[in-house]
């Protein structure tokens, strides 16, 4: 049988923009990835049981405003090659680096916990046993694999990882959705100014846009740029800015666009199933677990609690690295993933005292949901002043040089915040109303 010369070369260039795709994919998809941690879950559930698909528009909305803010924090980091902690110690008073780190160490602990506690139930959902067990060993295997695991080997199994997301696709299409009725409740949503649905929207923006994505996603460009080969900060290296910058959009705009689809799927399968029965108090990801066991079957529930624990296996190094990359940058230790462990001992002590401290707050009387609650509160507080010292100082040419933000990006990312500082304004307001 003859070749077919012209196949055979359309194979061979299929093959090697996918091979190049792989390799773009990095930090952003991570970064995504990260952002539906199991209290992420436990948010989109909350939404989608209380208001069935009413809320699914803002998962559209928040996306091309997460992209670009998510963005612009990863072109910090490749430029100047510091993380945002660095930046903000290097060019803002030490009284404002110095409350923004320790706020978000606060938050990300209090997520650290709540996360494993999730983790924990949902494996006890699953196979029974004792969940505070599986709350140590889930922290001990993620802490393990930060300190004691390669980076370039542990950067390609959080890339694996990120295929558990996917989990909560597969729930939509195992339950019955009313997809055209998702349609219009995207396309036309019924707005409502009541006090609970602005909650919920402040929820989910507060959710999507988290302080310690800004702080990852730009300590792992740092990283890039110490481990690729020839890789140097854009301002020692401007030749490089082209090729850099297209690979963090493809890598930002595909994380954060399976981010906020899989969220998305996450309200639509628990809005045509929980509320559709009446289910719609859901306080954490394992109740939602649970609740979908009842209503929909033991297929829908095994899929979502395995979701939980994949989900939450990537989320965990993401709190407690940008906790530690924020706190060593600010303290100006050796920081990274990938230095070998006795070369940044202050670095990784901080992720693993991050990680005994979250499975101590397990074992305490903390109510669970009061903790996350008053974490969501600590994100958007953090948020807003990092996205707006950010915006400035990506203006500033002494700086970023010749790589200050392009018109759309300045644009996108002052929306971002305006949006961000709004959802903070919003949650205030409802307190004193």
Known sequence: MPIDVGEVALDNTTALARRKLLQALGPG???????????????????????????????????????????????????????????????????????????????????????????????KLMIGGPALVYVVLFSALSAGLQIFTRYARYVSILKWGCLALFSYVICAFVVH????????????????????????????????????????QAGQEVEDTKEGAGARPLTRAPEQAQGEFNRIRIDTYIGMGISNLVALFIVITTAATLNASGVTDIQTSAQAAEALRAVSGPLTFTVFAAGIIGTGMLALPALAGSAAYALGETLSWHV?????????????????????????????????????????????????????????????RSIMAGFTLTLPLQIMGWLATATMAATVVAMVSSWLG
């Open 29 to 123: 998809l991570i970064t995504g990835a990260a952002d539906d941690d199991p209290s992420g879950i436990a948010t989109y559930s909350q939404v989608g049981a209380q208001f069935g698909y009413g809320l699914a528009w803002t998962l559209v909305l928040s996306y091309p405003l997460m992209a670009a803010i998510q963005e612009i924090r990863a072109r910090i980091g490749r430029v100047t090659g510091f993380g945002i902690a660095g930046n903000l110690r290097r060019h803002y008073p030490a009284w404002l680096s110095g409350s923004i780190v320790l706020l978000l160490l606060i938050a990300n602990l209090i997520n650290l916990g709540a996360d494993l506690g999730a983790m924990g139930a949902a494996l």
């Open 177 to 216: 959705v009313e997809w055209g009725e998702v349609a219009w409740a995207i396309v036309w949503p019924a707005l409502s100014f009541k006090a609970e649905y602005l909650m919920a929207v402040v929820a989910v923006f507060g959710t999507t846009i988290s302080p310690y994505l800004f702080f990852w």
């Open 336 to 396: 990274g993933l990938a230095r070998l462990p006795l070369r940044a001992k202050a670095f990784y002590a901080t992720i693993a005292v991050g990680m005994v401290l979250g499975v101590a707050l397990n074992f305490t009387p903390i109510d669970p949901i009061k903790a996350l609650y008053w974490s969501a509160v600590l994100n958007g507080v953090v948020a807003v002043p990092v996205m707006v010292t950010m915006m400035l100082l990506t203006m500033r």
